[in-house]
């Protein structure tokens, strides 16, 4: 019997990707329901395509032009947040990518969960704003998290049919186009400079926040909440070719590691598979041809985004929401020649400081606090450092 899916972010990256996968798996996989943000045009397109049964806009601004273009289809359409939130629990849907971007994939995320729906999780910003909360709706409702992201995808691969606990996990960063950068040229790094990621093709915000290493530091608070470890277990290995995506290292001291191409194809197969593997046609990985695999500490005094995710992953409560909702407003400042590179850090400080602590915060208590940090970061935007 084929799995439904519903994929949330179709027009992004991992939407377009994962629609990829299904595309090569007809006799396993169909899409139930596609949602994207405000690109009509594509997902119109894939709509037409993979004729889902509904499709939703969330900016309602595109309701008008989306009906239109599916005029005569037999595909529902809907509009805004509540539309979105609303499609993850009709019982025609077995499976929930949920890739949107930012803050907004959180309701989506929690609506798949209360359903009882598998959750291929590729929002970042779900566990990182409310993790605890997160944990506790799965165990409640007997649902299924099966992470998409790469390095997480890894230690789950790593994990499959072991029985012992985990000593300690290595998540893999590519170190991003600034690895080897110098603060006065992280100084004057430019929008075009950051979005060139050495390896992997993802959409603006992600790419930004690999290019300051948040977006390693958001893994690390997700992989908390994902395998319940500690801080302490969660160690950060910078690893250039991208090889290598994440290991696990056990009571004997062995370490196991997954390796590949860095293509989010398999992944997110494997999210959508488990736990078989299906085929897939993406490029193998040449050892002849890759003959070096180096790792390294990364430099959290250059990269002060990753030490300000572990800070508020060991103060707990609601201190990752304070972080992450500080740290969108920031990138989306510095997609926009608002501020410098290194301003990021700044204000992602600066919200961590000005954050109302609360220890066990409720969702209502989530919301809250990234609706205040935001307020309080805007205004405080600085201007851009020119060389």
């Known amino acids: 019997m084929k799995k439904r899916i519903a994929i949330l972010g179709s027009t992004g990256s991992i939407g377009t990707q994962a629609l990829d996968v299904i595309a090569q798996h007809p006799d396993k ?13 594509l997902l119109a397109r894939q709509a037409v395509r993979f004729q889902p ?4 806009i969330a900016d309602s601004a595109g309701y008008g032009e989306l009906k239109d273009l599916l005029a005569g289809q037999p595909i529902k359409v809907f509009a805004g947040s509540e539309a979105v939130n609303e499609v993850v629990q009709l019982p025609g849907v077995d499976v929930v990518i949920s890739s949107l971007v930012g803050i907004a994939g959180l309701a ?22 409310a993790g ?26 790593c ?43 993802m959409g603006a915000k ?18 908390r909440w994902l395998f319940d470890l500690k801080p302490e277990q969660i160690e950060v290995l910078v690893h250039p070719q991208s090889v290598v995506h994440s290991m696990v290292q056990f009571a004997d ?88 590179f290194r301003d990021i850090a700044e204000m992602v400080e600066e919200g ?9 915060p409720t969702l209502e208590d989530y919301l809250e606090t990234d609706r205040r940090i935001r307020a309080v970061t805007l205004p405080r935007r600085k201007k851009r450092r020119t060389a």
């Not at 209360?114 to 990182?128: G, R």
């Open 352 to 360: 961590l400081q000005k954050n109302d602590f609360i220890a066990q």
């Open 108 to 129: 989506p995320t929690i609506r798949a969960v209360e359903a009882k729906k598998q959750v291929a999780l590729a929002n970042k910003e779900t566990l990182v704003a």
């Open 206 to 223: 992600v790419t930004i926040d690999s290019a300051s290493m948040m977006n390693k530091g958001f893994e690390v608070i997700e992989a």
């Open 53 to 56: 049964n509904a499709v939703v």
């Open 132 to 157: 605890d909360l997160i944990r506790q709706l799965v165990k409640k409702n007997g649902a299924a998290i099966t992470p998409v992201d790469s390095e997480h995808s890894a230690i789950f691969q």
């Open 253 to 340: 001291g062995s370490v196991k590691a997954q390796l590949g191409t860095p293509d989010m194809r398999i992944p997110i197969a494997y999210a959508l598979s488990y736990p078989e593997r299906v085929p897939l046609n993406v490029n193998r990985l040449s050892f002849a041809e890759t003959p070096n695999l180096t790792f390294q500490k990364p430099d959290t005094e250059k990269f002060r985004c990753l030490a300000l995710a572990y800070e508020a992953l060991k103060l707990g409560g609601n201190a990752a929401c304070a972080v992450n909702a500080a740290n969108e407003v920031a990138v989306d400042a510095f997609l926009h020649d608002k501020i410098g």
């Open 29 to 41: 996989y169909e899409v139930e329901t596609l949602t994207a943000h405000r690109n009509v045009q």
């Open 159 to 201: 994990l499959a049919g072991e029985c012992s606990p985990i000593e300690k996990i290595y998540l893999t960063a590519s170190g991003g186009p600034f690895l080897h950068a110098s603060a006065d040229e992280l100084e004057r790094a430019t929008r075009e400079q950051a979005l060139r990621h050495p390896q992997w093709s």
